[in-house]
């Protein structure tokens, strides 16, 4: 009997409530009004040369344009701003994947701001180098754009591949005399307008750097291009053919190709050829 009263004092007991381990409601916190306001978010767009420096002032920049993929509008465009970057911090100094590659120093860029109320994919569209219209490139990327959460640091990178090809010698048009040893003289650079040289930091030697002399779709001959360092260009000699056989004229053209580096760059001109007795005057 005994043990019978002890087991229902203890049932009894338990049936007691502990104040001291009651856990109090959580409070709800009210909902934010500004839900649905739009959000100032910044987007920061970086155009950079494959392989080499920041598009800036030097070659003319780039121009950047931001549409809006659902509808279409284009929202912001203007033109990168700013300088190539310092080259020893991008071309020389290494780095983990997450640090900033091109804005570590001041670099050039293009910057917009928008009043998001929602999640918005947008396309993302540079085109330059703008002072090299015959050497310029497009590229292209999409990305969301997320209400208030800007993207800063290096931004939204985007590469363009190829260079600057540039015949200087003869003019582009110049009239050209049957038979005479002209020079081929171009100059090649990068599409954030550093020269390409030997031993450089774009060293001329890893390029297939030649020159082509072609009659209408056909080369007539394939030019061996070296160095010039007094001049910073490449040069070849070339003999100018007979007006019977070229009678439309001539056409250089310079190739520069880094398949290892995926840059890729031509330039070329059209020249009228005169007969030996028909020499331009001065």
């Known amino acids: 009997m005994t043990?019978?009263?002890q087991l229902i004092v203890v049932f009894t007991a338990c049936l007691i409530p502990v104040t001291c381990f009651a856990i109090p409601a959580i409070e709800v916190p009210p909902p934010d009004p500004h839900l649905n306001d739009p959000q100032p978010t910044t987007i920061l767009v970086r155009v950079v040369a494959h392989g080499a420096m920041v598009l800036g002032r030097e070659v003319g920049s780039a121009r950047v344009t931001i549409t809006d993929v659902a509808t279409k509008q284009i929202l912001a465009t203007g033109i990168q701003q700013g300088e190539a970057g310092d080259q020893n911090q991008i071309m020389r100094t290494p780095r983990l994947m997450e640090e900033p590659h091109y804005s570590?120093?001041?670099?050039a860029a293009f910057t917009a701001t928008f009043n998001l109320l929602h999640p918005t994919l947008v396309e993302v569209t540079a085109e330059g180098p703008l002072a090299y219209p015959a050497s310029s490139q497009r590229a292209s990327t999409t990305v969301w754009l997320v209400p208030g959460q800007d993207t800063t640091n290096d931004g939204?990178?985007?590469h363009l591949y190829g260079?600057?090809?540039q015949i200087e010698h003869p003019q582009p048009g110049q009239p050209l005399i049957a038979n005479d040893d002209v020079i081929l003289r171009a100059s090649v650079r990068t599409m954030s307008g550093a020269l390409i040289r030997p031993y450089g930091d774009w060293d001329s030697r890893k390029i297939h750097i030649y020159g082509e002399l072609m009659i209408g779709e056909r080369v007539l001959e394939r030019l061996q291009l070296f160095y010039n360092n007094d001049r910073a260009s490449f040069e070849a000699p070339f003999?100018?053919?007979?007006?019977?056989?070229?009678?439309?004229?001539i056409t250089l053209r310079v190739v520069a190709a880094d398949p290892g580096g995926?840059?890729?760059?031509i330039g070329q001109a059209k020249y009228p050829v005169l007969s030996e007795r028909l020499r331009p005057q001065r």
């Open 3 to 5: 043990r019978w009263l």
């Open 104 to 107: 570590s120093r001041p670099a």
């Open 156 to 158: 939204i990178v985007l």
């Open 163 to 165: 260079y600057i090809l």
């Open 239 to 249: 003999f100018v053919p007979i007006p019977k056989n070229a009678p439309d004229g």
């Open 262 to 265: 995926g840059n890729f760059g």
